[in-house]
C-alpha cells in the first residue's frame, strides 16, 4: 500500500516562498501521477496542479495564478510543491494524492486520485 506524508507547512508569512514535500512509503513514485490539492474549511477541495510520471510534465489547476511549482525527486521517494508570493487566500491544508496512471496522465481532478496524504496545515499571515 503507498502511503503519503505531507510536510512544510505552519504558520508562513504573505510574500515569501514555500517548500511543501510529500514523502512516500511502500512503493516507489516512478510510476505514480502525483496531485498536490488544498482545502479551506467550508469550501471545496481544489486541485493546485498535478505531475506526471514522465519528467517535467506538469499542469496548473484551472482557478490559480501561476505561481504554483511542482517537482519530483523519484530516488528521494519525495514530491514537492513549491508556492511563490503567499497569499492570505492560500491559507488550507494542502494534501498531495497519487494515482497510477499512463506517463503523459496529469490531472487536477481529485476524484482520478487513489491515494491521499493527511495533509498540512499553511496558514499565511503577517
Known amino acids: 500500500q503507498l502511503r503519503l506524508v505531507e510536510s512544510g507547512g505552519g504558520l508562513v508569512q504573505p510574500g515569501g516562498p514555500l517548500r511543501l514535500s510529500c514523502a512516500a512509503s511502500?512503493?516507489?513514485?516512478?510510476?505514480?501521477?502525483i496531485g498536490w490539492f488544498r482545502q479551506a474549511p467550508g469550501k471545496e477541495r481544489e486541485g493546485v496542479i498535478c505531475?506526471?510520471?514522465?519528467?517535467?510534465?506538469?499542469n496548473p489547476g484551472t482557478s490559480v495564478k501561476g505561481r504554483f511549482t511542482a517537482s519530483r525527486n523519484n530516488a528521494r521517494v519525495t514530491v514537492y510543491l513549491e508556492i511563490n508570493n503567499l497569499e492570505p487566500e492560500d491559507t488550507a491544508v494542502y494534501y498531495c494524492?497519487?494515482?497510477?496512471?499512463?506517463?503523459?496522465?496529469?490531472?487536477?481532478?481529485?476524484?482520478?486520485?487513489?491515494?491521499w496524504g493527511q495533509g498540512t496545515q499553511v496558514t499565511v499571515s503577517s
Open positions: 505531475i506526471a510520471s514522465s519528467i517535467g510534465l506538469t
Open positions: 494524492a497519487a494515482a497510477l496512471k499512463a506517463y503523459y496522465y496529469c490531472s487536477n481532478a481529485a476524484v482520478e486520485y487513489d491515494d
Open positions: 511502500g512503493s516507489t513514485l516512478d510510476a505514480y501521477t
